[in-house]
């Protein structure tokens, strides 16, 4: 590179300095570099608005999130024991930021819960103020200083008519965009949807359940007793795990999404049957203001929570007639008991079975309620 001459100057108090000396100084280089990041900044502000309004969104690939993040919430993404393994496919990040909705409550004064809903059947938004905290990984859901729980601010509200009440919960929701978006859309908005954790955008499936007025309930993954064979997946609650392994696996699964009023089991046979391991799983339960409704797999389980199981799943055999033939059993049970419950899964068959039956369902004098409305306290 051939020799530039560069004009001198005089700096006060410094005397005569040539610009050259002061660019190969690499003191001067390191603030200069300092400088033109500055202005980078600058232009990144101005191109994508000022850091106080909405922010813009990032994607990174999940591996280099856990990477650099901090180490509280690498401490939750990674598995229990060995080392850190990230399966891309299986645990992401939720695709929005959680925000508090200042002001959406659905309590009136004295604490007395609304038995309508809005004329656009919608439920607020979550998560909202009062009934959340930050986590290691997340907002956890608490129980607000007045005492309210999650589980009254978020479950559907339901005024008994005096008839016999069927509620339902379809679940397996958030992995299938298309079998979710279906449920979510063709099913009356009584009926209970069950989300898994590891869906991807969960936060985004919940918030357009609750826009079309499902409550939600969110799935917690337990050991069958087939295991290994039959996996639930890496953040299982195990039954010979220590309470402190399943109170980190059960801060991990509530804190990917707000919005839920309570917990459903996945599998579990071997979990459930266990006192310990189901005594560690309520505590958790009762002390964070949720519910659990189980399958049936723990029918004989309280806790102390707000608790309802299953009469009946209703797609154990998959063909509309067996559909029809379990609907028509939950209503017999409704009659003997005043109320029935029965759990599903976002098979196709399933959710047209289930759109169409429940049309007719006022008029054969049976009235269709959320889950939450059949549980005992």
């Known amino acids: 590179m051939a020799n530039v001459a560069f004009p001198s100057f005089t700096a006060p108090r410094v005397g ?31 191109i994508l608005g000022p850091l106080g309004g909405n922010p813009a969104v990032v994607r990174v690939p999940l591996a280099d999130a856990l990477e650099h993040a901090p180490q509280g919430w690498r401490q939750t993404l990674s598995p229990l024991h060995g080392s850190v393994v990230v399966s891309q496919d299986v645990v992401r990040l939720s695709a929005r930021p959680l925000a508090p909705q200042a002001g959406a409550t659905w309590n009136q004064p004295g604490g007395e819960t609304p038995h309508a809903l809005p004329a656009s059947g919608a439920l607020p938004p979550a998560p909202i103020t009062g009934f959340f905290a930050p ?18 601010a978020y479950k559907r509200p339901f ?21 979710t978006q279906a449920a979510i859309e063709t099913l009356p908005g009584e009926i209970t949807l069950s989300f898994v954790p590891y869906s ?12 079309h007025g499902h409550e939600v309930l969110l799935e917690t993954p337990m050991e069958p007793v087939d295991y290994p064979d039959n996996d639930p997946g890496p953040y299982a609650l195990m039954a010979d795990a220590q309470g402190p392994d399943t109170v980190k696996k059960l801060e991990w699964i509530l804190s990917r999404a707000t919005g839920y009023f309570g917990l459903t089991n996945y599998l579990g046979s071997r979990f459930l049957a266990s006192d310990k391991a189901y005594g560690s799983f309520a505590t958790v339960v009762k002390g964070r203001g949720l519910g659990f409704i189980d399958d049936g797999a723990a029918g004989r ?6 608790r309802a199981s299953a009469e009946r799943v209703i797609d154990e055999q998959l063909s509309k007639a067996a559909l029809d033939q379990q609907l028509l059993a939950l209503e017999a049970g409704a009659l003997q008991r005043g109320q029935a419950l029965g759990s599903g899964f976002a098979y196709p068959v399933t959710l047209e079975t289930v ?3 429940a049309q007719g369902l006022e008029q054969r004098g049976f009235q269709l309620a959320p889950a939450s409305a059949v549980v005992r306290h």
């Open 16 to 46: 005569p300095i040539r610009l050259r000396a002061l660019l190969t100084n690499r003191y001067v280089g390191l603030a200069g570099a300092a400088v033109l990041l500055v202005a980078a900044l600058g232009g990144l502000i101005a």
């Open 135 to 152: 986590g290691p990984g997340g907002p956890l859901p608490i129980i607000a200083q007045d005492g309210r729980t999650p589980f009254d």
């Open 159 to 179: 005024l008994s008519n005096g008839r016999p009440k069927i509620a339902l919960v379809i679940g397996g929701l958030g992995l299938n965009a298309r079998a």
């Open 200 to 211: 991807e955008g969960l936060q985004g499936w919940i918030d357009m359940a609750r826009a």
């Open 301 to 306: 389980r309280s806790g102390g929570v707000p």
């Open 355 to 357: 759109a169409h039956w």
